[in-house]
Structure formats: structure tokens, C-alpha cells
């Protein structure tokens, strides 16, 4: 018999104590994990070594991302320039704050997704019909000053260790940005420059061991709202993305990053590069922390693909140009789904 645990506001404080999934954590037979038919071993997500991006190798390494962002939508980097001590502390202290006592997490629990700072689970638990075996914590993280007094102050180390990772990771976005613009072939700051005044948000992730992975999901099948995604993940798998047709295990690699297009980036390339559905499943024996963090437009920022990629006789725009915060709230008015968001924002084909 299925058991019910929805006394508790957040998965981690019940996970370990039952021995089957509860019944709204169950997927339906046509929408589950089907884990023997995941790659787990074969074809991978490409590997870009960044050593040189800035020397004589930058032309080499433009053309990798431009191949990796328009087959993959996804690659992982190394040499990065992200100090190992700066992630291995980004880790450490994501697992201290879930191992706090319930009293502690829970201090900053809110379901509303405009809320800055938040505790939550699942996705969106005002729209998930069937919930994620996941709990998260979310922040804001630019500018800094704006949003770090609302962050949680337990433990001790949380801010201060948070803060000089988010403005690591920002200034490899940045680095980024402008590789990816010259990969497309436009001026090396135009992807930079249509974003306003830029947003970067950051979630902690935390699937606990779960009974029946076969059942569930940490994260569902999902394409990312983001311009680009930089995610850390610890040494436990679970990240999958999607490719022809199948599902790749992107198993962790120490020390690097793994970067996906959003749908955004996919906007702006005219659909050169790929937004491309990826999903978290979990496991039985191990918790697993993965901490992505989101670049964005500022809400007020007007997102379209780059005039230079658009011409009349074989490049019509595939999107029209729209407030970013007009792609935000439909894409919180929903729950996690495979149904790409930017369907609305196509341009007429008439
Ligand atoms: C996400 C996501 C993957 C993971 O948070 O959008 O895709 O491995 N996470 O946690
Ligand atoms: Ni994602």
C-alpha cells in the first residue's frame, strides 16, 4: 500500500523514513525513469578545456562551443578558473545547510516563486500534480549587496562562502558570454549587452536516497528558462540529458562545470543553439547536491534572436522580440514540464 507523509513541508524530513514512494510521488507507468535504457557509458557530453581561451588557442575553443551548443546544448568545462577551494567550501556548506534540523530550513520556507530567498520542494507546489523527490533552496545572487542580507545566516559560513562563488561563477559567465557571441558570429559583447542589467540566481539542490528511483524523479524532463546554466554537481549521478532520442548519463567529473543552453540563448541564436531537455533522477543509496546557477535578462530586458543571424532569403526570425519578464511568468505558472515554454513567442509565419 502506497503511504501518505504530507505532514511534512519538506521531502528531507521524511524520506529516509519510508520504504516505498508515497503515491503522489509516483509517476505514471508512461512517464517514468526507465533506467536500463539510460547511456550510462557510451556517448557523452563534450569536454572543453578553457585553458587557453584568452591566449592562442581562443579561435580552437570558440569552434568546440559553437559544435557542442548546437549538437548537445550542453558541455562541461575545465579550467575554468573557479578555484577548487571555492567549490569544494560551495559544497561543503550546501550539505551543511540541509543537514540542519527541520526548525532551521524551514525558517525559510515559501511556495511563491517571486520570492527572492526561498526554502521549497519539488518544483512548484502550487502546480505540480505529481511531486519531485527533491527539496531546493533558491536565491538571488546579482547584484550581491541587493539580495545577500536575506540569504541564510545559518551556517556561519553561508554567506560569505555563497558570495565568493556566485561572483566566481559570474565572472566565468561573463568569459562565457562573449566566447558564445563570438562563436555565433556576432559582436563579442551583444549577448551581454541585449541582457539589461543581467539576474543570477543560484538553487541548491538536494534529492535524498530514495526507495523506488524507478518511480520518480528528482527533477522530470526540462529545458532551462536561462540565457546559460553553470552547474556543479558532486560526485553522485543523476543528471541525464537527452539525445537523439535517448537519455545520456553525464556522469560527474571533479572539478568542472557543466553548461547548458537556455532557452533564452536559444532565442537569441535564432535556433542555432539548442535549449535541450534534461532530467535529475535519484537513487537509493546517496544523497546527491547539485548547485545550478541561473543566468538571466533583467526582467525589463527585451529578448529576440540577434539581427546579424537574420536575413530574408534563408534566415527568417524564428521568435519574435518580447520582455523577458513575459517568458518568467509563464514559465512559473506551470509545472516542470517537457512542453518547451517559447511556443508563444514565435514569430508569425504568415
Ligand atoms: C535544474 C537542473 C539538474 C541536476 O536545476 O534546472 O536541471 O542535476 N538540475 O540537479
Ligand atoms: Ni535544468
Redesign the pocket.
Known amino acids: 500500500m502506497a503511504t501518505s507523509a504530507t505532514s511534512k513541508l519538506l521531502l528531507s524530513d521524511f524520506a529516509s523514513s519510508v520504504s516505498h514512494v508515497p503515491s503522489n510521488y509516483v509517476r505514471p507507468i508512461s512517464d517514468r525513469p526507465n533506467l536500463s535504457e539510460v547511456e550510462t557509458s557510451g556517448d557523452s557530453i563534450p569536454l572543453i578545456d578553457l585553458c587557453d581561451l584568452d591566449g592562442s588557442k581562443r579561435a580552437e575553443i570558440v569552434h568546440q562551443l559553437a559544435y557542442a551548443c548546437s549538437t548537445y546544448g550542453f558541455f562541461q568545462i575545465k579550467n575554468h578558473g573557479v578555484p577548487d577551494t571555492t567549490i569544494e567550501k560551495m559544497l561543503t556548506v550546501g550539505r551543511e545547510f540541509f543537514h540542519q534540523p527541520e526548525s532551521e530550513r524551514i525558517k525559510h520556507y515559501s511556495a511563491d516563486p517571486t520570492k527572492t530567498t526561498r526554502v521549497s520542494t519539488s518544483f512548484n507546489v502550487s502546480a505540480d500534480k505529481i511531486l519531485n523527490w527533491r527539496d531546493y533552496l533558491r536565491l538571488h545572487c546579482f547584484p550581491i549587496e541587493d539580495f545577500i542580507g536575506e540569504w541564510p545566516s545559518s551556517p556561519i559560513s553561508f554567506r560569505e562562502v555563497t558570495a565568493e562563488y556566485a561572483t566566481n561563477v559570474r565572472a566565468l559567465v561573463l568569459r562565457l558570454l562573449e566566447a558564445l557571441s563570438e562563436s555565433l558570429g556576432v559582436e563579442r559583447d551583444h549577448i551581454s549587452n541585449r541582457l539589461g542589467q543581467h539576474a543570477q540566481h543560484m538553487?541548491f539542490?538536494y534529492?535524498p536516497p530514495c526507495p523506488e528511483p524507478e518511480l520518480t524523479y528528482?527533477?522530470p524532463g526540462?529545458k532551462?528558462p536561462t540565457v546559460i546554466?553553470v552547474?556543479l554537481?558532486d560526485q553522485v549521478s543523476?543528471?541525464q540529458v537527452f539525445k537523439d532520442d535517448k537519455w545520456i548519463a553525464v556522469n560527474p567529473i571533479p572539478n568542472t562545470f557543466i553548461v547548458n543552453i537556455g532557452d533564452q540563448m536559444q532565442v537569441i541564436s535564432n535556433d542555432l543553439y539548442k535549449s535541450v531537455l534534461?532530467?535529475?533522477i535519484v537513487n537509493t543509496e546517496k544523497e546527491?547536491l547539485?548547485i545550478?546557477t541561473?543566468y538571466f535578462p533583467s526582467t525589463d530586458a527585451v529578448i529576440g534572436p540577434a539581427s546579424e543571424l537574420i536575413n530574408e532569403q534563408d534566415s527568417l526570425a524564428v521568435y519574435k522580440s518580447f520582455p523577458f519578464v513575459e517568458y518568467w511568468d509563464k514559465f512559473w505558472d506551470r509545472s516542470l514540464a517537457t512542453a518547451s515554454c517559447l511556443d508563444a513567442f514565435k514569430a508569425s509565419t504568415i
Open positions: 538553487a539542490n534529492y528528482g527533477l526540462h532551462d546554466t552547474l554537481q543523476g543528471l534534461h532530467r535529475a546527491r547539485s545550478p541561473f
